[in-house]
């Protein structure tokens, strides 16, 4: 996709960046940044790990 990863850690980084973008939309939406992050955050943990066990 573009992006360069050094390893499991990169790839368990960049997925939670990506939740914690995704949680600060949901906060928004729902009003609740705390929440939305949170939920984010499990989101992109959940993304980094499935990510890092696929083989490239």
Known sequence: ???ETDGD???LGVGIAVGVGM???I???MD???AGI???V???V???VAWSELDD
């Open 1 to 3: 996709m573009g992006i």
């Open 9 to 11: 850690e990169s790839k």
């Open 23 to 25: 949680g600060v939309s």
């Open 27 to 29: 906060g928004v939406a």
């Open 32 to 34: 609740n940044i705390g």
């Open 38 to 40: 949170a939920i984010g």
């Open 42 to 44: 499990g989101i992109g």
């Open 46 to 48: 959940a993304l980094g």
